[in-house]
């Protein structure tokens, strides 16, 4: 009888076990968005961000109003084809027209630090 409780229980357990990781899993969702991007001024160089690192022009990093700190976005201008890899490390831009704010080596990358603003796609994962 003991053997018998031992055994269901540990049936039990198991079961609960799986069902458990398998909540706890996530997913990745990857999404794809199409908005307009401007790019940080000189003044900010060496400023804080929110994240509380330092903005730096010569890194490949960008603003978010809503994305996690770390998430890796590609940022492809739309007119010319060109791409680029940036991570976000900031909040902002404070903007109904603008969704991204790129550093300025990123803005350089893509081809739009003469231009101010782009129209571009932006691709990331996201862990459901």
């Not at 994240?51 to 022009?57: D, K, L, P, T, V």
């Not at 700190?69 to 027209?97: A, E, Q, W």
């Not at 231009?115 to 990331?124: D, N, P, S």
């Amino acid at each position: 009888m003991k053997n018998k409780i031992r055994i269901l229980l540990f049936l039990c357990f198991a079961s609960f076990a799986a069902k458990a990781q398998h909540l706890t899993e996530k997913q990745p969702d990857t999404v794809v968005k199409t908005i307009y991007t401007s790019y940080y001024a000189k003044k900010f160089e060496g400023r804080r961000t929110t994240s509380g690192e330092r903005y730096r022009a010569a890194k490949l990093t960008a603003a978010h109003l809503t994305l996690p700190f770390g998430t890796i976005i590609t940022v492809r201008n739309l007119v010319n084809g060109k791409t680029v890899i940036v991570r976000v490390n900031d909040r902002g831009p404070h903007s109904k027209k603008f969704s991204l704010d790129l550093s300025q080596s990123a803005a350089k990358a893509i081809g739009i630090y003469r231009l101010g603003y782009a129209k571009v796609e932006i691709t990331y994962v996201l862990w459901k």
